[in-house]
């Protein structure tokens, strides 16, 4: 299984940045993704889950301004990241369990600042 996230970058408090991640040797459409960050000094931490019945759960810290979806046919779970805030600035990570092992990739660098 691979994960291959992108999509970061700079952008001011209130813009907008949209991850992908690509997954490679798993079935995307019955398995549950999520998307991760980790903060400089800090622990990482999850920030929205996407299973495979549709149902999405978000971090209190991003709900009602980051969105979570996927195209099962080419393999990609999004993270939409709305209104974003300097807290937000994280190196950002996809996830998956399959077969009881956790994957993750590699991650994208998210800066907000102005």
């Known amino acids: 299984v691979q994960l291959q996230a992108s999509g970061g970058g700079l952008e001011q408090p209130g813009g907008s940045l949209r991850l992908s991640c690509t997954a490679k040797?798993?079935?995307?459409?019955?398995?549950?993704f999520s998307w991760h960050r980790q903060a400089p000094g800090k622990q990482r931490e999850l920030v929205a889950e996407s299973n495979s019945d549709g149902k999405t759960k978000y971090a209190d810290s991003v709900k009602d301004r980051f969105t979570i979806s996927r195209n099962n046919a080419k393999r990609t779970i999004f993270l939409q990241m709305n209104s974003l805030k300097p807290e937000d600035t994280a190196r950002y990570y996809c996830?998956?369990?399959?077969?009881?092992?956790?994957?993750w990739g590699q991650g994208t660098l998210v800066t907000v600042s102005s």
């Open positions: 996830s998956t369990v399959w077969r009881g092992y956790t994957f």
């Open positions: 040797g798993i079935v995307v459409s019955i398995n549950t």
